[in-house]
């Protein structure tokens, strides 16, 4: 007998037992054929199914077969329509996710662009716009219109690092909490703590970030950690966050600085205090040997000379044991500089006051130290026209005989410097007003090649300055001293 089922759209459930092995099948079909037929011994093989309809009732349907073959041929034919039929269900179903999908693509960008719309009514121009200006309503608008929250401006920052740099907490937390990644760099590797450390007062923005995982000792292109722009352009508070969330003090850029360094090049004496406290090594020494007292003094911050004179001994009073501090001032770098040097070149009298204050020659603090060029410090005093410190260190007993290499003397110094004040004090102290250098050259020799007509005139009126050779020199240089 031939038997015809016509199923249309339902699920179909299979289960045969041949031996000890179980078959399972499911799917869909449209129609199912076979051929059921009397066996003459009445031994058949028998195939039981279950079909679920749409309605969700089932129907038991049992088949039995003359012999194994025709029963595994139909079990193939099962499997057939149950495969075209899933292939078939899969295409349709990846039809309407695709559909779905365009769908939403389309709604979202119409919404992003009513969003748009809206934020340039009220000046932002995008989701990066809206983290400058610190617009939390239009933030929160691109952030639920999908505006990527990780994307790049064309600075090359994300909405995170534009809202940590101008100080928007409540645009940083929002940003955090949607996702915003904050251990993204940009192109010059710097993170949103980067950003951050770049003002004052924002050491809350500096906590939520570091809450968040923001790496703390993340070093830029250029090797500056958070710490090192806190330490430069924020505060006291600032800093303290970053070290307590293992902020490394010590930890030096390219050229060897550490946050030391950059809070006494400009004078941040509470974050300075604040990383000594810490441990941060007064004699760490940058690319130029350079330690951060004499970025204090070549600077003129006295103040921040004072304060490390103090962390260089146990004591408090650095007085009561003034050799523990003669090795700050110790000329240890390449060209033998010493923070006096720094600070009698640049002109900071108090600077040379502190130093000299705290180290006077008979405990080291040598006035007449000289650098690798042989120049002491009352030399380069007079070299950069410095008359205050020039006045100074004459009080204090400079060696007014020393000279450098090439043989010049405070006078030859001073002339060069085109300071006529410096050299009054000068030619005050001095026993010879023409002296040699090296090479022949006296101070007249300099005053007139660099046209000092007044220093020339100075000179010549002392009864012993030599004009052997003027003659010649100003008429080299077209200069007359009538």
Same mark, same amino acid.
């Given at each position: ?247 490394? #003090? ?164 001073? #002339? ?16 010879? #007003? ?49």
């Amino acid at each position: 007998m031939r038997h015809f089922f016509l199923f249309s759209d339902m699920i179909l459930y299979c289960r045969a037992t041949r031996g000890r092995k179980k078959l399972e099948y499911k799917g869909h079909f449209s129609l199912m054929e076979t051929l059921l037929a009397p066996h003459p011994d009445n031994r058949l093989y028998k195939y039981a199914f279950e079909v679920v309809r749409m309605d969700g009732k089932k129907r038991r349907y049992i088949l039995a077969f003359p012999n194994q073959q025709e029963m595994e041929e139909w079990q193939t034919l099962i499997e057939q329509l149950i495969s075209r039929q899933q292939t078939k269900a899969k295409r349709q179903s990846d039809a309407k996710a695709a559909e779905q999908h365009e769908l939403e693509s389309k709604q979202a960008t119409h919404r992003r662009r009513a969003a748009q719309q809206k934020a340039l009514k009220q000046g932002c121009d995008d989701i990066y716009d809206a983290a400058y200006q610190g617009n939390v309503k239009m933030l929160e608008a691109f952030i639920k219109c999908g505006a990527p929250v990780n994307g790049y401006d064309e600075e090359g920052w994300t909405p995170l690092m534009n809202a940590a740099l101008h100080g928007h907490l409540e645009c940083v937390n929002l940003l955090l909490s949607a996702g915003a990644d904050p251990h993204l760099v940009d192109d010059q590797k710097q993170t949103c703590l980067h950003k951050a450390a770049y003002h004052s007062g924002k050491s809350a923005i500096v906590e939520a970030l570091l809450a968040k995982g923001c790496p703390v000792n993340a070093q830029e292109s250029f090797g500056c950690t958070a710490l090192h722009y806190a330490a430069t352009y924020s505060d006291v508070e600032t800093c303290r966050a970053i070290i307590a969330h293992s902020g490394n #003090v010590n930890l030096a850029d390219n050229t060897g600085g550490t946050p030391l360094h950059y809070a006494c090049r400009v004078s941040n004496g509470y974050v300075a205090e604040l990383l000594l406290k810490e441990g941060a090594d007064l004699r760490a020494k940058d690319s130029d040997r350079l330690t951060p007292i004499y970025q204090a003094s070549f600077f003129g911050h006295d103040q921040i000379v004072k304060l490390l004179l103090q962390y260089y001994t146990p004591e408090q009073n650095v007085k009561k044991k003034k050799k523990a501090v003669k090795e700050p001032t110790a000329c240890d770098n390449i060209q033998g500089v010493s923070p006096l040097h720094c600070a009698a070149l640049m002109g900071h009298l108090p600077v040379v006051e502190v130093l000299y204050d705290y180290e006077p020659v008979v405990d080291g603090a040598d006035l007449n130290a000289k650098m690798t060029a042989g120049e002491t410090p009352l030399l380069v005093a007079c070299a950069g026209g410095a008359v205050r410190c020039v006045e100074l260190l004459l009080s204090k007993g400079c060696d007014m005989d020393a000279v450098d290499s090439q043989g010049r003397g405070p006078l030859h110094h001073a #002339v060069e410097s085109g300071s006529y004040e410096a050299v009054m004090w000068v030619m005050e102290e001095c026993r010879d #007003v023409s002296p040699h250098d090296a090479a022949g050259v006296t101070p007249l020799h300099i005053a007139i090649e660099h046209d000092y007509m007044d220093i020339a005139k100075l000179l010549m009126e002392q009864g012993n300055a030599s004009t052997s050779g003027c003659v010649h020199v100003a008429a080299h240089y077209d200069r007359t001293c009538s």
